[in-house]
């Protein structure tokens, strides 16, 4: 990537990861907290990421003199404001742009965030043997390996059908912690809000 003229930005959940992402020659380090939603950017997925957000930029913060970007819970301008302060140069939005009409949300999971559908949301490796966070429905609480991609190829047909169908009580709903701000509003729109 360097070769091409690219900078290259890499996930990381720790200060352990974000040294060997320094090593290998990252030009920026996304250090993602446990309230991000989808699946949790860790090296190894022994266990999940549970460490905050800024607990995570402090850490990576004292290990590290690659520039940080903040992801995980950034839903408004005071998270913004934190994570700022607590040394991310930006931060990367990802929960807070699912119903936005840029977004290639299914209909389903675009409706059990706006009808606030489901109260809360978990850390489940229910639909890919990797944990992720999403909106705790029914299929979320089933127990998987650590078995990725397996578990994802085995699940697949299971959720497309009940998607299809437009049951949201199956289908992987991938959301952060903060996922009942989210909003129907154009991308732009969520953006400068956030930026305050």
Same mark, same amino acid.
Not at 44 to 63: E, I
């Given at each position: ?7 290259? &930005? ?7 990861? /974000?040294?060997?992402?320094? $090593? ?58 934190? /994570? ?22 299914? &209909? ?71 996922? $009942? ?13 956030? &930026?305050?």
């Amino acid at each position: 990537m360097h070769r091409a003229g690219s900078q290259v &930005a890499v996930t990381v959940t720790s200060a352990a990861e /974000a040294n060997l992402a320094e $090593a290998a020659g990252a030009d920026l380090l996304i250090v993602q907290g446990t309230e991000a939603g989808g699946h949790q950017g860790q090296y190894v997925d022994d266990a999940p990421n549970r460490t905050p957000l800024l607990d995570a930029l402090a850490a990576v913060r004292a290990a590290s003199s690659v520039p940080m970007i903040a992801a995980g819970g950034v839903m408004t301008s005071a998270d913004l404001s934190s /994570a700022l302060a607590a040394g991310a140069i930006a931060a990367q939005l990802g929960t807070a742009l699912l119903c936005t009409p840029e977004a290639g949300t299914s &209909a389903v999971h675009r409706r059990a965030l706006l009808e606030r559908r489901y109260l809360e949301t978990v850390l489940t490796r229910a639909y890919s043997g990797r944990h992720g966070r999403g909106l705790r429905n029914r299929f979320a609480d089933f127990d998987a390996p650590a078995a990725y991609p397996e578990v994802h190829r085995l699940t697949r047909p299971l959720r497309a059908a009940a998607a299809a169908a437009g049951d949201d009580s199956v289908p992987n709903l991938w959301a952060g912690t903060g996922w $009942a701000s989210v909003q129907d509003a154009p991308a732009a729109e969520v953006v400068r809000a956030i &930026a305050g």
